[in-house]
C-alpha cells in the first residue's frame, strides 16, 4: 500500500477505505432524540430531547475528532463540531 495523500486521508490502519461506519450509541441516540423532538414539539419533554440530541451529537464529533479511524473522519468531526457550536451561538 503506498503512502500517498489519499491513503492518509481515507484509509484506516488496516488499508480499508472508511467514509462511513455502522452508527454507534452517541449517534443512535441523536437520531432517536431528533425523531421524538419531532412528536414532541412543545414543553419540558422538547427541551430535554433538545438538550440530548445535542449532547450526543456532540460526544460524536468530539471522539470523531480525536480517535477517528482517519484524516477524513476526523475532519467530519471537526466540521460537526464547528456547526454545532455556531448554531448555538446564533
Known amino acids: 500500500m503506498g503512502n500517498t ?3 492518509q486521508v481515507f484509509r484506516d490502519r ?3 477505505i472508511v467514509l462511513a461506519q455502522m452508527p454507534n450509541l452517541p449517534i443512535i441516540v441523536w ?3 431528533t425523531v421524538l423532538k419531532l412528536i414532541f414539539t412543545t414543553g419540558k419533554i ?3 430531547l433538545e438538550v440530548i440530541a445535542f449532547g450526543s451529537l ?3 464529533a468530539w471522539e470523531e475528532l480525536f480517535q477517528g479511524v482517519n484524516y477524513f473522519r476526523r475532519a467530519l468531526g471537526l466540521i460537526v463540531l464547528v456547526s454545532l457550536i455556531l448554531s448555538k451561538i446564533q
Open 5 to 7: 495523500i489519499f491513503d
Open 46 to 48: 422538547s427541551i430535554g
Open 31 to 33: 437520531i432517536v432524540a
Open 14 to 16: 488496516e488499508g480499508e
Open 58 to 60: 456532540f460526544t460524536w
